[in-house]
């Protein structure tokens, strides 16, 4: 019985200074924060850690600890560790997840709107882009997912997508046909590869590389920093700048989440996104310039077709979008400087 009690009375003892070790922690994270305990975001993306948009988002993190004094952190999982850009949308749908970055490419599926993004060669230029962007358009877009449980807290530049392939340069719409193009889970993107004469497959952007390598797919398109951050142009070693779409890149918030946060809290992540999102778009412009640099020096062609024949090509697409919601952004595209 005495041994019984005396290893009873040694784990009770042991259960005390657990519980001690735990508050200490607790009142440690207290009073280091300076408030209550301290908040922290997970952000989960698709994208590698040398991408001008991770690197933006890090300094975003570092931002907030600042402004709040370590009361709020974001935490950052890259390189699709949390799952696939749609799967990410999906837990933040649920609160599962805090944060996550994503093209507008895969959120139609959850906001219809977000197909204007998708449509080849609706903006004029990277100037009436940014124009739509940062006007009512841009903020009516930031907000649409309030009832699909989401909210949109800063846009980031990812360029103009363009055509690579393993081994065909593409400079007309005919040079499409009979190849297999890896498309973002996206309808306008399935549509669009289909009104120029390829055929499109969907896959995530973790499972390309082997998808290229192996070939399933012939090639694929994306802007230059995530040619070249995600290595495809060691496989792919055609790249015909053919600038079909401006898909922006997409900073969201859970709803759950954002509810949670006190006005203070709230201003504090809108502050470092703004800010985070301006540095963003200086950063895109020089990374842009270094990857077609760089894939160039790796032995990559690259060609700059006569963009007319396309945009002619997708012209029944477009016309496809009259009488919806799309179709009205679109005429309001138009419209725009
Ligand atoms: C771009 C975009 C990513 C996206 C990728 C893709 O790189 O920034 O968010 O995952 O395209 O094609 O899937």
Not at 55 to 69: H, K, T
Not at 182 to 203: D, F, I, K, W, Y
Not at 242 to 258: A, C, F, G, K, M
Not at 270 to 291: D, G, I, L, M, P
Request: hydrophobic residues 35%; negative net charge; contains cysteine.
């Amino acid at each position: 019985l005495s041994k019984t009690s005396s290893i009873l009375s040694a784990g009770v003892l042991i259960g005390c200074l657990l519980t001690t070790c735990a508050y200490a922690l607790i009142e440690r994270s207290r009073h280091t924060s300076g408030k209550s305990d301290t908040v922290v975001l997970k952000l989960g993306h698709s994208l590698d850690t040398g991408h001008p948009v991770h690197l933006a988002m890090e300094r975003m993190a570092e931002r907030l600890e600042e402004l709040s004094d370590g009361a709020v952190r974001m935490r950052i999982a890259p390189n699709g560790q949390l799952g696939s850009e749609t799967e990410c949308i999906e837990l933040l749908q649920r609160g599962a997840l805090a944060m996550t970055k994503t093209s507008t490419g895969p959120l139609e599926s959850f906001i219809p709107e977000m197909a204007i993004f998708g449509v080849p060669y609706v903006f004029r230029s990277e100037e009436q882009f940014w124009n739509v962007l940062n006007g009512p358009i841009g903020d009516e877009l930031l907000v649409s997912g309030d009832d699909s449980g989401m909210m949109g807290l800063c846009w980031y530049d990812a360029g103009a997508r363009s055509f690579y392939t393993k081994s065909t340069p593409i400079l007309q719409p005919d040079d499409l046909r009979g190849l297999k193009l890896r498309v973002q889970n996206s309808q306008t993107a399935m549509r669009m590869v289909e009104a120029l004469g390829g055929s499109p497959t969907p896959l995530t952007f973790g499972e390309l590389y082997t998808g290229l390598q192996q070939g399933l797919v012939d090639g694929a398109e994306n802007n230059p920093p995530s040619f070249w951050t995600s290595r495809h142009f060691e496989v792919c070693k055609e790249y015909s700048l053919d600038e079909h779409t401006r898909v922006p890149d997409l900073l969201l918030i859970s709803r759950s989440w954002w509810e949670r946060l006190d006005p203070e809290q709230q201003a504090w992540l809108r502050q470092a996104a703004k800010e985070s999102s301006e540095w963003e778009r200086e950063a895109w412009r020089v990374r842009t310039e270094e990857s077609l640099k760089a894939v160039e020096e790796a032995g990559v062609h690259l060609h700059y077709p006569d963009t007319k024949s396309f945009a002619e090509r997708v012209a029944p697409m477009h016309d496809s979008y009259d009488g919806t919601a799309v179709g009205a952004l679109m005429a309001r595209v138009r419209e725009t400087e």
